[in-house]
């Protein structure tokens, strides 16, 4: 097959403390030729296309069957939707969630909204824009303050957990000068992290995320996501009781369905005080850097190796493809 490679190219180094973060959800150029190259050794043409404004026209030409997609898009809350949209337009099959899932996800408090109605458990927050906004009842310091539509990290420092609830309003209103969509203030948890792979109709097992940091609310930051550190130790598969194992799979298979999400996620769980799992968020986009992002470092332990995963990925896709009727470019070419 024909398979396009749909993708946003980091330019712009992101730097510790979250300096120049803008592109820092964009994959290296390292990256995207791993990804290139295991879709080729699985015998597939590739061609790469980036995800900017000459895509829709570039995906035309290129006369894909299907396009594998990475992409994050640009601007806003529904940014992860843009090229799934594009292609459900030009009834170019892809993989991964469509952009309904992709809107949702993105926005973290739409998401937790979906899954409580779903019955999962997750903690208790608020969207702050201004800072102003009234707590929930019997809302519990101490509390995360997060952007609520990015991803990477973006935004999350040690300093971003506060203990009050003056704290927690200037860090809002730090945290929505920012970043347009605002904060999500949410009780922190502060039990163990573990991280779930869903690939196609299989839970991999959880991994652990360990922090070693002396912070006393210890959190997965910005930093930690830029380059190793002895700060996170990655245990995979988590040492956890079966009965542990099996809840947070469970939470993370309905999580995902209740998203509506399709061929891989990454779904993201904490302990609580009472050891409980709860849902904090999924990520439908995980990263895909063999031997660093965390869904490799899962598939790794789990036995399947970098070129299955992608493949794993793509799998469903390619039977989308061969189902659906391809596209029209001559008529839709004009239009754009
Ligand atoms: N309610 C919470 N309680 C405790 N820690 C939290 C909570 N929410 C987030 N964190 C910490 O902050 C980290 C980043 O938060 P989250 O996963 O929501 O952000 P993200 O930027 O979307 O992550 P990703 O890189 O997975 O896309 C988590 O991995 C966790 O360590
Ligand atoms: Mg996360």
């Known amino acids: 097959m024909r398979v396009g490679v749909a993708f946003n190219l980091k330019r712009v180094k992101p730097e510790a403390g979250g300096a120049h973060d803008d592109e820092a959800e964009y994959d290296a150029p390292s990256t995207i030729e791993a990804i290139a190259g295991a879709i080729s050794s699985l015998g597939h043409d590739v061609v790469l296309l980036e995800a900017d404004a000459t895509f829709p026209a570039a995906v035309l030409a290129a006369r894909v069957d299907v396009v594998f997609n990475v992409s994050e898009g640009a601007r806003g ?22 952009p309904a899932a992709l809107v949702t996800t993105l926005d973290k408090a739409l998401a937790k909204g979906v899954v409580r109605d779903a019955g999962i458990y997750t903690p208790t927050a608020v969207v702050m824009t201004t800072g102003d906004e009234p707590l929930p009842a019997g809302f519990a310091f101490p509390a995360i303050v997060k952007p609520v539509a990015e991803g990477s990290s973006k935004g999350v420092l040690p300093a971003s957990v506060a203990t009050s609830e003056d704290e927690a309003r200037s860090l809002a209103r730090r945290v929505a000068a920012r970043y ?147 596209p029209d470019p001559a008529g839709l070419v004009a239009s754009i």
């Open 180 to 326: 347009a969509e605002g904060a999500l203030v949410e009780e922190y948890l502060p039990g163990r992290e573990l991280t779930v792979a869903v690939l196609g109709e299989s839970v991999l097992p959880p991994m652990e995320i360990v922090l070693r940091t002396r912070d006393p609310y210890p959190v997965y930051s910005f930093d930690h996501k830029l380059e190793p550190t002895d700060e996170v130790a990655y245990e995979a598969p988590a040492r956890i009781s079966s009965e542990l194992d099996r809840a947070v799979r469970a939470l993370a298979a309905r999580a995902f369905a209740a998203l509506g999400c399709r061929d891989v996620a990454r779904v993201d769980v904490r302990l609580d005080a009472a050891g409980r799992p709860a849902f904090i968020e999924c990520n439908p986009l995980p990263g895909l850097t063999p031997g660093w992002s965390d869904l490799c470092l899962i598939a790794e332990a789990a036995g399947v190796d970098y070129p299955t995963l992608i493949r794993r990925i793509l799998e469903p896709a390619t039977r989308r493809a061969r189902r659906a009727p391809g």
């Open 77 to 98: 809350r529904s940014r992860e939707a843009q090229v799934p949209a594009v292609l459900e337009l030009l009834g170019i099959p892809y993989t991964g969630s469509d």
